[in-house]
């Protein structure tokens, strides 16, 4: 079975081509960073917009990198929650547009499901059953995955995912957007021992999240520096967010894996490629003989190839769960235990 993805839920047009025998054969996208960069953040209109026109060359680019023809597709899956509306009903409509004029079934795929089954795409892929942290710019929750459909939530952020503490902070610090990646490579540069900020919850003797306070707390403190705040506070303070978050990251998910006896740790989402959070679960791993399992660098943002392989685990389970009723709903806030 061959499977189109098409992911439209934020800032990222992604299109791939998935084969249950072959793999993944073709992925395309396009970051719409640039473009809201000048804004400090995404602008859904702007996004939307873009969408409508990226999806239709993306999907040339994917057929012509595969080397299949447009018949050659069995079914086509789309992201129908969580994110933004207005970009959602983008990929929804090319979706099920391509679907009644090529006469194929279509998928609704919830956007979390591709980011939990994205490291299965790896070279090294994890065996069920896992526990998976899924950390992002709008999520923070760690789950239990026993099998494609079989999540069971362990806990979650109270409040502010840790993306987005990511991305606040590194504005606090004039760091610009996307702030994540910014406040990563700045915090290489600080001393370690300069501030000490807060673990929020990191004693709460559950498996939940809260990363608000830690915000503050980076407010308060470049509050109290002089009106120019020299470069090397700045990478001071970068690197007590990061360490204190990292160290936050990692305490939960050995408390989950402690709590679930499971062996095999996944970490999904964008937050997955920070440098900082791989080293410090990797040494963990090695002193506590767990395994650790991440997306490949690409596939951890939002991308195409992670809803073309959910929709095929989908289908391989249910081969009826593909309708050719084109009438399409989004679903922009979808709780992941609904599915």
């Known amino acids: 079975m061959l499977v189109l993805g098409v992911e439209s839920s934020c800032d990222e047009t992604g299109l791939a081509l ?42 040339e680019q994917v057929l012509a990198k595969a080397d299949v023809p447009r018949s050659a597709i069995d079914a086509i899956a789309y992201t129908q929650g969580p994110g933004l509306a207005g970009a959602l009903l983008v990929g929804a409509s090319v979706a099920c547009g391509l679907g009644l ?36 710019g709008g999520h923070t929750q760690l789950m239990r995955v026993d099998g494609v459909g079989q999540y069971t939530l362990l ?8 993306g987005e ?82 160290d936050v990251l990692v305490a939960k998910c050995l408390t989950a894996l402690k709590e679930t006896g499971l062996k095999r740790l996944v970490i999904a989402g964008g937050v997955g490629a920070n440098r900082q959070l791989r080293e410090a679960l990797n040494e963990a791993a090695r002193k506590r003989r767990f395994q650790v399992f991440y997306p490949e660098l690409e596939f951890c943002t939002d991308n195409g190839a992670m809803i073309a392989f959910a929709g095929a685990m ?15 709903t989004v679903r922009p806030r979808w709780p992941l235990d609904e599915l």
Request: aromatic fraction near 8%.
């Open 155 to 162: 806990g979650e952020t109270m409040d502010d995912a840790a």
């Open 165 to 246: 503490a990511f991305d606040k902070s590194a504005k606090l610090l004039g760091l610009g957007y996307p702030g994540g990646p910014a406040i990563s490579r700045l915090a290489e540069f600080g001393d370690p021992g300069a501030y000490k900020l807060p673990r929020p919850m990191l004693h709460s003797k559950d498996l939940n999240f809260s990363f608000s306070g830690l915000k503050t707390a980076v407010l308060t403190l470049v509050k109290n520096q002089s009106t120019n705040i020299c470069e090397q506070d700045k990478a001071n303070i970068a690197r007590a967010f990061v360490d204190a978050i990292v």
């Open 101 to 136: 004029a090529m006469d194929r079934p279509v998928l609704g795929v919830h956007h979390l499901e591709g980011h939990l089954l994205s490291p299965l795409l790896s070279r090294d892929p994890p065996t069920f059953p896992f526990v998976a942290l899924l950390i992002s």
């Open 314 to 328: 989908r289908l391989q389970i249910n081969p009826q769960a593909a309708k050719r009723d084109y009438a399409f």
């Open 18 to 59: 998935y084969d249950t025998q072959h793999g993944l054969l073709a992925h395309a996208l396009h970051s719409q960073v640039a473009m809201h960069q000048e804004y400090g953040g995404v602008v859904p209109e702007l996004a939307s917009r873009d969408h409508i026109r990226r999806a239709i060359p993306l999907l």
